[in-house]
């Protein structure tokens, strides 16, 4: 399994940034992916998931209605949309993929069990 991030940035508060992950190695449809965040001293967070086969999203508290995750299938693409950036957002994104039989939304421990991950990209929200 490889997962490659791209998009991140340094960004204005209430901006977007679109961030995206290329995945390889694996039968897309077999899996969840999903994007997490680690902020500077702070433990890595859920930020949004979704069964690839069904489409079931999960999404944090602190994102809902302003971040999507969404893929192109076509592509083995998956894609975190963000608006409305806030400074709070500063953080390391990762995308992570789970075969489905461990998946159980966005509960940490199994996506660090048995998840794949990519080496991350920087977004920073500052004015």
């Known amino acids: 399994v490889q997962l490659v991030e791209s998009g991140g940035g340094l960004v204005q508060p209430g901006g977007t940034l679109r961030l995206s992950c290329v995945a390889s190695?694996?039968?897309?449809?077999?899996?969840?992916m999903g994007w997490f965040r680690q902020a500077p001293g702070e433990e890595r967070e859920g930020v949004s998931c979704?069964?690839?086969?069904?489409?079931?999203?999960y999404d944090a508290d602190s994102v809902r209605g302003r971040f999507t995750i969404s893929s192109d299938n076509t592509k083995n693409t998956v894609y975190l949309q963000m608006n409305n950036l806030k400074p709070e957002d500063t953080a390391v994104y990762y995308c992570?993929?789970?075969?489905?039989?461990?998946?159980?939304?966005?509960?940490?421990?199994?996506?660090?069990?048995?998840?794949?991950w990519g080496q991350g990209t920087q977004v920073i929200v500052s004015s």
């Open positions: 979704f069964s690839l086969s069904d489409g079931t999203t």
């Open positions: 992570a993929a789970i075969p489905m039989r461990y998946y159980s939304g966005l509960d940490y421990r199994f996506w660090a069990e048995f998840g794949s």
């Open positions: 190695g694996f039968t897309f449809d077999d899996y969840a």
